[in-house]
């Protein structure tokens, strides 16, 4: 139940849907990406990059981060 009362709260949703698996690599595909209200495909991978913690090298992290074309201007 707390996880249904969790997504009620979101406001994008970013889902894996294959590749992962398959071709062992991470990748971000924005060319099925559908923006909601006021936010941009650019805004969701601004907002990836800087929520992705690049300390641990996590690969779901680093994939974040890497896909945004200003990760070097974020902070």
């Known amino acids: 139940m707390?996880?249904?009362e969790e997504m009620a709260g979101?406001?994008?949703l970013c889902s894996d849907k294959t590749g992962t698996l398959t071709l062992n690599k991470l990748t971000v595909?924005?060319?099925n990406v559908?923006?909601?209200g006021e936010h941009t495909i650019e805004d969701?991978?601004?907002y990836g990059a800087k929520?992705?913690?690049i300390i641990t090298e996590e690969p779901i992290d680093m994939v974040l981060h890497n896909s945004y074309a200003g990760k070097d201007t974020l902070w």
Do not use: E, G, H
Request: glycine share 0%; hydrophobic share 45%.
């Open 51 to 53: 929520s992705a913690n």
């Open 2 to 4: 707390s996880a249904v």
């Open 10 to 12: 979101m406001d994008i």
């Open 34 to 36: 559908y923006p909601c």
């Open 44 to 46: 969701v991978l601004c």
């Open 29 to 31: 595909d924005i060319s």
